[in-house]
């Protein structure tokens, strides 16, 4: 197998579909997805560029949505907070608005202001990255929990009043190949372990990174 992997050529396409048959034939069991996470580090390479750089040293404020509204629930506060600590350690020279001063101007606003820019310009921000997620389900049947849920990310240039960027994950699912047996962990650690995975995969649209991640963060989650 190792041979195989070697053997793959050196371009980011061909060595991300390598990676691809490698985890159909080994995440559908918890033991085979951490074995994956472990010969990551054969494919050596240059990092994946981010697909937004526009951050880079830069204020940025970070709001997460769900049908109950901007920062209406756990799981938006629970979002946007992981995106902040993830894009803090991996943006050095940003500046992200903290959770307190984004309530702050929510708490104080017109009724029924959702608008992107207003935020931006009440907290004195240069970008506003938006993260919206619907109908989020956490379990396939009964007995498997298996997250999804439909998630726009946008990117607002405050000074513009322009969307800079968007990107669209309908149906994003985690873990892709297996999920985890009701019996080993509960909802609320679940929930916890699948909005992580999100906010790593949105957060990593604005920094280069490894290849090999997402497979080492799926590895992760079935060992929540």
């Not at 195989?4 to 050196?10: W, Y």
């Not at 991300?16 to 034939?25: E, F, N, Q």
């Not at 050596?44 to 880079?56: I, S």
């Not at 799981?75 to 902040?84: D, E, H, V, W």
Request: glycine share 8%.
């Amino acid at each position: 197998m190792f041979a195989a992997v070697q053997s793959c050529p050196g371009s980011i396409l061909k060595r991300s579909m390598c990676l691809v048959v490698l985890a159909a034939g080994l995440t559908s069991t918890t033991g085979c997805a951490q074995y994956l996470a472990n010969i990551i580090g054969v494919f050596n390479g240059p990092p994946v560029p981010a697909e937004f750089k526009g951050l880079e040293g830069k204020r940025v404020a970070i709001v997460a949505s769900t049908e109950s509204g901007i920062c209406g629930d756990e799981t938006s506060i629970r979002l946007a907070g992981n995106m902040r600590g993830i894009l803090t350690k991996n943006l050095p020279k940003s500046t992200f608005v903290s959770q307190e001063d984004v309530d702050q101007w929510l708490n104080h606003r017109t009724p029924g202001d959702n608008n992107l820019n207003s935020i931006g310009k009440g907290v004195q921000a240069d970008y506003v990255v938006a993260v919206d997620v619907k109908g989020l389900r956490l379990k396939d049947g009964q007995t498997l929990f298996q997250g999804k849920s439909d998630i726009t990310c946008t990117v607002t240039d405050v000074k513009t009043g322009k969307t800079a960027f968007t990107k669209n994950l309908p149906q994003y699912t985690y873990p892709v190949m297996s999920g985890q047996s009701a019996t080993e962990t509960t909802e609320d650690n679940f929930r916890r372990a699948y909005l992580m995975v999100v906010s790593d995969k949105l957060s990593r649209l604005f920094y280069a990174h490894e290849i090999g991640q997402d497979f080492a963060i799926d590895s992760t989650i079935l060992n929540y």
